[in-house]
Each structure stands twice: as C-alpha cells, then as structure tokens.
C-alpha cells in the first residue's frame, strides 16, 4: 500500500512574470486572498494568467496552446519571433499558513529550454516536482486546476473512467503495475494452496472409502452365513404359521358367512322401511313446497306495496318539511307585520300630533280674526312635514296591502298542507295495518314449515342411522375379504420363495459337483460379480439380465464336459432346468 503523503498547507500569495504570452516587461499579479475572481473582456489575459499558473506548476506545453517553449515567449510581431536571446519567466510565490514564502520559478531560456529554481536555487525537475508534491501539487493528476470543459468531462465519464480518474488523482497509479503483479501472485498462491487442499481432502476421502468398504465387505459375509441358517428357521416357522392360520381362517369364514346372511336379512328389512320413510319424505316435500309458493306469492305482495309505502313516506316527508318552511316564512311575515304595525302606529301618532297642531294653529288663526301668520322657516318646516308624512303613509299602505295579500296565500297553502298531510297520514294507517296482517299470517307459514323440516329431518336422521349401519357391516365384509386375500397372496409367495430357494439349493449343489469333478469351474456369475456395497446389488442384476445364473467356465471345452454332467443330473435327479 503506497505511503500517505503529508502536505503543507498553504495558499498562491503573486505571480510574478516577465514576457510571458501577452504580458510584456516585468509584472506583478497578486496578492490573491482565499477567494479571488478575474474579470475582463474578451483578450484582456485571463486565460492566459491560467496559462502562466499551470506553467509554473510544470504542465506540459502541449496544454497551455503552444507547440513548443518558444512560442510562450511575448512577441508583438512576428520579426520579434526571430529575435535572438529572448527569454522569458513565471514566478509563483506561494504562503504557508506560518506566513513563510516559497518561490516556484520556471524560465524559457533563449535556446527553447525551461530551467527550474526553487526560492531562487537552480534544481532540477525531480527536485522541483518533489517540492511540488510537498505543498499538494501533483502535476499528473492535474488536481490543482480545474481548466475548461473539465467539469463537463467528468460528469460524461463513465464508472470505469471515474475510478482511473481517482486512482490518478490520488496517486494511486503509479502502483498499479505494482499491484496486479502481487495480485498474481496471490491468485497463484491460493491456486496451489486449494490443490493441495483438495488433493489431501481427496486422499482422505478414498481411505475413509477403502476402510469402509472392506468393514462391509467382512461384514457382509458374515451375515451371509447367519442368513443361510435363518432362511432355513425362518421359513419352516412360516409354513407352521401359515398352516395354523389356514385352520382359523376357514373356521373364520364359515362364521362370516352366518354373519353376512344374517346382515343380508336386516339388510332387506332395512331397505323396506326406508323405502316406506322415502314415501312419507317425498309427501312432506310436496307439502313444504306448496307452502313455500304461498310464501313466496305473500312476499311477492309484500314486496309490490313496499314501494307505494316508500313512495308515501318520502312524500309525507317532503309536505312536513314544506310545512316547516312556509310555517317559518308565516312567523317571519307576522314578525314583520308586527313591526309594520308599530310603525304605522307611530306615524299614525305623529300625524295626530301633527294634526292637532294645525288644529291649534288654526284656531288661534282664528282668534286672531282668520288670518293665520307663519313665518317663512315654519311655513318650510310645515310643508316639508306635511310631505314627509304623506310619502311614509303612502308607502306603509302599499307595504301593508301587499303583506296581507302574501299572508292570505300563505293560510291557503297551509290550509291544503294539512289536507294533504291528513290524506297521508290515513294511508300511511291503512299500509300499516296490511303490513301487520302480513306478518301475521308469513308467521304462520314459517311456524308450519318449521314443524314440516323437524319431521323431516327426523325421518333424513333415522334413514342416515340405517345406512351407517349397513356400510359398517359392508366395510367389515370387505375387511375380511380383503384380509383372506392376503393370506393367500402370502400362501403364494412362500410356495414361491420354497421353489426359490430348493431351486437354488440344487443349482449350487450341482456347481459345487462341477467344481469337484473339472478344475476349469469358477461359479456361478451371481456369486462371482457380488458387489461390495449393496446400493450396487440393483445395477449388477440389470446388466447380467438372464446371464445371473449362469456358470463361469475355464474354457469351451470344459463348458461341454459341464453340460453333458448338467444333463445327466436332469435325467437322474428329475429337476426343473435352469
């Protein structure tokens, strides 16, 4: 893993530069603060004050738009170009956080050739990069600058090309070559390990296996020989037994066979009376049918009235709240009316007083010989309180008239509501009243199905409790067929296994007599290809097929010598052939 590189922290104070792209003579930049921006038009030097940064930190000439070192050298016009002797430097001065300065200098010197000066002493580029790289600079990696379009660059960057865009950054890089060497041979360590690996786990497997196979292979031949002599046992007592059970199954039988006849009778009597209960369920049915229709055709009734009923209630519901409103628009016309009333009261009072006013004026008129004298504002008052009490009169009237119209409307309406009301309410009785006899009489029917389904299902019970009985009995007939049957099928197979093995009993007599008479006799194949593990016992015996039994011989000559003492058994023994 590549040491951690530890960097001084610090910051660019000036740049200082001497005919340097479009920077003629000695000049000074700077000092730069912890955030600092650089404005300008169009060729006023920003790119090319970048330009002189990244040369200092040692870019390459082929990033600051230049073929060759020359051509970073000011010139005004092209005959300057030719000039001998030009030359040209960057200055960088860059401050720690102590408030020390380092110089970085690169010059161009007038052959085309840079020369690099830390703090004003000439060193060379390994030098200068390792001071570089103390401050954080890291020339390949370009981290210090972030130039156009770079930006843009990395967001197009795919995972893979983002990954060497860090490993260059961090520096990480310059030990890739390093690392996929030790990681080879990492990979071929492990590959040699897990062979070894595999090889021991191998080798210790087949022991394991070997070991095994001949505890088996010991095993089994013992066993072979206590299940010679257990056979033997084994099947006598089979034939004692199944003599013993041959007796008590024939005396079983006989008593089955009393048995079933007798269940055979109540089976007949059973089917009478359920045949008689099957009557007396189908009359019922009928019944509970016919008053399953009544009930439908009452509900069918129910159901036609159910909607003129709906159809009242919400019509009855519409008028009493039709009735809430014209009686609240009634009190609120009173209210109003009252309040009429009052004021017409009060403008009939001023009138009074007013008219008695002019009474007194005029009698005071005359008194003073029928000429009555006002005075011009009294005159003015008069009249305009003649007007006013005219025009207030007036419009009281009409209000009143109008009001008195609204309300003799409002009593008529009222008047057919209650009509209305008391129509619905006698035909709201009248649907309640059926509605009850209805119910009445569907309570009825229910009462009388419900009794019909008791019978009913007393009678589907008693005739369920007679088959359950008749399948018992059946299942136990069954029961004992089926049991016979085995013991017959086991009577079979022991005949069949006696057969067997007598069969093979002679079979390996004769070999054993092969052997004795002709050396060239090895056995027969299913003794010589015996596997040593059971789970093999199927394959072996599929593959020999009709060859199981078959004797192994030394030679063709031997075979017939066999076949011809085979014979001769036959003949002398009467044996089945194999």
Same mark, same amino acid.
């Given at each position: ?337 009252? +309040? !009429?009333?009052? *004021?017409?009261? $009060? ?5 009074? /007083?007013?008219?008695?006013? %002019?009474?007194? =004026? #005029? ?87 419900? +009794? !019909?389904?008791? *019978?009913?299902? $007393? ?5 369920? /409790?007679?088959?359950?009985? %008749?399948?018992? =009995? #059946? ?104």
């Amino acid at each position: 893993m590549p040491a951690r590189i530890e960097f001084i922290p610090g910051k660019i104070h000036r740049l200082e530069l001497e005919n340097f792209k479009s920077y003629k003579g000695f000049q000074t930049i700077g000092p730069f603060f912890d955030f600092t921006a650089i404005i300008g038009p169009n060729g006023a030097g920003k790119s090319n004050l970048m330009d002189a940064i990244s040369f200092v930190l040692g870019v390459r000439t082929g990033q600051l738009r230049g073929a060759q070192l020359k051509d970073l050298i000011y010139a005004f016009e092209d005959k300057d170009k030719e000039q001998k002797g030009r030359k040209a430097f960057v200055r960088l001065v860059y401050q720690l956080v102590d408030g020390t300065e380092i110089q970085f200098t690169r010059v161009i010197s007038g052959a085309g050739g840079s020369e690099y000066r830390v703090n004003g002493r000439t060193v060379n580029w390994e030098e200068y990069n390792q001071k570089l790289k103390s401050i954080g600079v890291l020339i390949k990696a370009r981290n210090f600058l972030v130039f156009q379009g770079d930006v843009e660059s990395i967001a197009q960057k795919n995972p893979r090309e983002l990954t060497a865009l860090l490993e260059q950054i961090s520096g990480s890089e310059e030990y890739k070559r390093q690392y996929e060497e030790l990681e080879e041979e990492k990979a071929k360590a492990e590959e040699v390990t897990a062979l070894a690996y595999q090889k021991r786990k191998t080798i210790a497997m087949e022991l394991k296996q070997k070991k095994e196979q001949k505890e088996e292979a010991e095993k089994h031949l013992r066993l072979q020989e206590q299940l010679k002599s257990l056979k033997q046992e084994h099947y006598l007592w089979q034939l004692f037994t199944i003599e013993n059970d041959i007796e008590k199954i024939n005396e079983d039988l006989v008593d089955e066979e009393a048995s079933r006849r007798k269940i055979v009778d109540e089976l007949d009597n059973y089917e009478r009376e359920a045949a008689i209960k099957k009557k007396e369920r189908n009359k019922y049915s009928k019944e509970i049918a016919n008053f399953e229709r009544k009930i439908s055709e009452k509900k069918s009734r129910l159901d036609k009235n159910q909607p003129e009923v709906l159809k009242l209630k919400e019509e009855l519901s519409r008028i009493s709240s039709k009735i809430r409103s014209s009686s609240k628009e009634i009190d609120k016309k009173k209210e109003e009316k009252r +309040k !009429h009333l009052v *004021e017409v009261k $009060k403008l009939q009072n001023d009138l009074q /007083d007013i008219t008695k006013q %002019l009474d007194d =004026l #005029r009698e005071k008129g005359q008194d003073t010989g029928g000429k009555l004298q006002l005075a011009e504002s009294q005159l003015e008052i008069y009249h305009q309180i003649k007007e006013e009490a005219g025009m207030k009169t007036a419009k009281l009237r009409d209000e009143k008239e109008v009001l008195d119209r609204q309300q003799n409307v409002d009593i008529e309406a009222h008047k057919n509501l209650e009509e209305n009301i008391q129509q619905m309410q006698n035909r709201k009785e009248e649907l309640e009243s059926q509605e009850i006899q209805m119910q009445n009489r569907l309570k009825k029917l229910v009462d009388a199905v419900k +009794k !019909h389904k008791e *019978e009913l299902t $007393k009678a589907r019970k008693e005739h369920t /409790d007679v088959k359950d009985k %008749l399948s018992g =009995l #059946r299942l136990k007939h069954d029961m004992l067929k089926t049991k016979i049957n085995d013991v017959e099928n086991q009577l079979r197979e022991l005949k069949a296994d006696r057969h067997e093995n007598e069969r093979d009993s002679r079979l390996s007599q004769a070999v054993e007599t092969l052997k004795r008479l002709f050396p060239g006799v090895h056995g027969r194949m299913t003794d010589l290809c015996r596997p040593t593990q059971k789970k093999y016992n199927l394959a072996v015996t599929v593959a020999m097929g009709r060859y199981m039994d078959a004797v192994v011989v030394e030679d063709e000559q031997t075979g017939k010598e066999c076949i011809k003492v085979l014979y001769m058994l036959i003949l002398l023994f009467i044996v089945t052939p194999f």
